[in-house]
T-cell receptor
C-alpha cells in the first residue's frame, strides 16, 4: 500500500534554533501534501497546503515566516520551524493524496514528528 | 465552512462488545467524503473507513462499519467485537469536493476509546 514517511519522528532542540521535518511519499507521486499540527489530546489542525513547484497555502493564523514549507519534488515536502520557541512544541503530521488513482477519498498520513523546544 | 462534531470525549467498552462512536457534520456542499481514523498513542493516523456523500450503502471494512444518515448529517462509527488493541483516539473527518481532488480534511475533536478486559 501507499506509504508516507516523516523524518525525524522525534526532535528536541534549543529555543532559537530551526528544525526541518521531511515528509516523503515513498511509492506514489503527490502534487499536494498537507501539514497538520496537533496539541496533546487535541484534534489535528491544518497548517498549510503544500503544492509541488509553487508556494504553500497557509491557513489563517499560521505564520508563513515561522513555518517555512517547501515542496521541491513530487515525493518530498519539508516543514521548517524557524527560530523555534517552547510554544512551537507540538506533534506535526503530514499527509498526501495520490496524484492519480488510489481508493476514493483516501489520504495517507506520515507517522508524525514530535517537536520539543527547550 | 465545514464542521465536524464528536460529542464523546471518552468512551469505555467491554472487550468483545460493540461500540458506537458518534459524529455529526455540517456542510453546504453536496459532494463530500467522511472518514474515520484511529490514532494510537504512537501518534500515527490509521485510516479505517470512508463514506462518500453519494454512496447509498453504508461503508463496511471488517469490524468497522459506518452508520451514514445523510438527513441527520451523522456518520457514526460502529466497531464490532471490540479488542484490547482498539483502545485509541478516534477521529471523524470530512473532505468536501469531488473525490480524487486534493483537498484537506477537517477533523472532529476526537473520542478516546478504552476497551476493558
Amino acid at each position: 500500500g501507499a506509504v508516507v514517511s516523516q523524518h525525524p519522528s522525534r526532535v528536541i532542540c534549543k529555543s532559537g534554533t530551526s528544525v526541518k521535518i521531511e515528509c516523503r511519499s515513498l511509492d506514489f507521486q503527490a502534487t499536494t501534501m498537507f501539514w497538520y499540527r496537533q496539541f496533546p489530546k487535541k484534534s489535528l489542525m491544518l497548517m498549510a497546503t503544500s503544492n509541488e513547484g509553487s508556494k504553500a497555502t497557509y491557513e489563517q493564523g499560521v505564520e508563513k515566516d515561522k513555518f517555512l514549507i517547501n515542496h521541491a519534488s513530487l515525493t518530498l515536502s519539508t516543514l521548517t520551524v524557524t527560530s523555534a520557541h517552547p510554544e512551537d512544541s507540538s506533534f506535526y503530521i503530514c499527509s498526501a493524496t495520490k496524484s492519480s488513482g488510489g481508493a476514493p477519498g483516501e489520504l495517507f498520513f506520515g507517522e508524525g514528528s514530535r517537536l520539543t523546544v527547550l | 465552512a465545514q464542521k465536524i462534531t464528536q460529542t464523546q470525549p471518552g468512551m469505555f467498552v467491554q472487550e468483545k462488545e460493540a461500540v458506537t462512536l458518534d459524529c455529526t457534520y455540517d456542510t453546504s456542499d453536496q459532494s463530500y467524503g467522511l472518514f474515520w481514523y484511529k490514532q494510537p498513542s504512537s501518534g500515527e493516523m490509521i485510516f479505517l473507513i470512508y463514506q462518500g456523500s453519494y454512496d447509498e450503502q453504508n461503508a463496511t471494512e471488517g469490524r468497522y462499519s459506518l452508520n451514514f444518515q445523510k438527513a441527520r448529517k451523522s456518520a457514526n462509527l460502529v466497531i464490532s467485537a471490540s479488542q484490547l488493541g482498539d483502545s485509541a483516539m478516534y477521529f471523524c473527518a470530512m473532505r468536501v469536493g469531488l473525490s480524487g481532488s486534493a483537498r484537506q480534511l477537517t477533523f472532529g475533536s476526537g473520542t478516546q476509546l478504552t476497551v476493558l478486559p
